[in-house]
Antibody, heavy 121, light 107 residues
Framework: QVQLQESGPGLVKPSETLSLTCTVSGGSISSYYWSWIRQPPGKGLEFIGYIYYSGTTNYNPSLKSRVTISVDTSKNQFSLRLSSVTAADTAVYFC???????????????WGRGTLVTVSS | DIQMTQSPSSLSASVGDRVTITCRASQSITNYLNWYQQKPGKAPKLLIYTASSLQSGVPSRFSGSGSGTDFTLTVSSLQPEDFATYYCQQSSSTPWTFGQGTRVEIK
């Protein structure tokens, strides 16, 4: 079955750029939308943005100036870059498949296990 | 952005209880409302999509209803493995947004 796995540094210094990669295994990244979602410790979920396998993106306006999501179909991976990080960006970062069905609904049907990124000097 | 408000924020219940969680949207989202269950240290798991469709593999004791701005998630008979935090999420317009979560604890 399709599985997602996040990877990247667990510690990032303030003002630097957070970089994470999500590897999709057991299936193709093509023909789907792929998202990043984050969850600060003890808090709720925040949608960061999504990318279509063709490269089309949609970002949360609250983070848009600092976020870049990219895709590498040859590696079956998509990536997140978040620049100028502060302590407020400390969170568990999840990658997920954003599935669109025939009725127009969209939902996160597959998730990675998540990776904790701490912003600290 | 569409604001999602869940109630209650937490509840205590016993095994076998019927539990209902409410989610309200700040504007109409027709039926583009999803429910997730999250256990500590784990990723959220999709339970219900488009308000009332049960995700494959999810027990039938979970059900969802509602349209427009008001939605409910019901667990007909709470089981030990159901103690978790539940989130609603709208997919009517981007940015997708989540409710703040409802923590279901053991009484």
């Amino acid at each position: 079955q399709v599985q997602l796995q996040e990877s990247g540094p667990g510690l990032v210094k303030p003002s630097e750029t957070l970089s994470l990669t999500c590897t999709v295994s057991g299936g193709s990244i093509s023909s789907y939308y792929w998202s990043w979602i984050r969850q600060p410790p003890g808090k709720g979920l925040e949608f960061i943005g999504y990318i279509y396998y063709s490269g089309t993106t949609n970002y949360n306006p609250s983070l848009k100036s600092r976020v870049t999501i990219s895709v590498d179909t040859s590696k079956n991976q998509f990536s997140l870059r978040l620049s100028s990080v502060t302590a407020a960006d400390t969170a568990v970062y999840f990658c997920a498949r954003d599935f669109g069905d025939n009725s127009g609904g969209w939902y996160f049907d597959l998730w990675g296990r998540g990776t904790l990124v701490t912003v600290s000097s | 952005d569409i604001q999602m408000t869940q109630s209650p924020s937490s509840l205590s219940a016993s095994v076998g209880d019927r539990v209902t969680i409410t989610c309200r949207a700040s504007q109409s989202i027709t039926n583009y409302l999803n429910w997730y269950q999250q256990k500590p240290g784990k990723a959220p798991k999709l339970l219900i999509y488009t308000a009332s469709s049960l995700q494959s593999g999810v027990p039938s004791r979970f059900s969802g209803s509602g349209s427009g701005t008001d939605f409910t998630l019901t667990v007909s008979s709470l089981q030990p493995e159901d103690f978790a935090t539940y989130y609603c999420q709208q997919s009517s317009s981007t940015p997708w947004t989540f409710g703040q979560g409802t923590r279901v604890e053991i009484k």
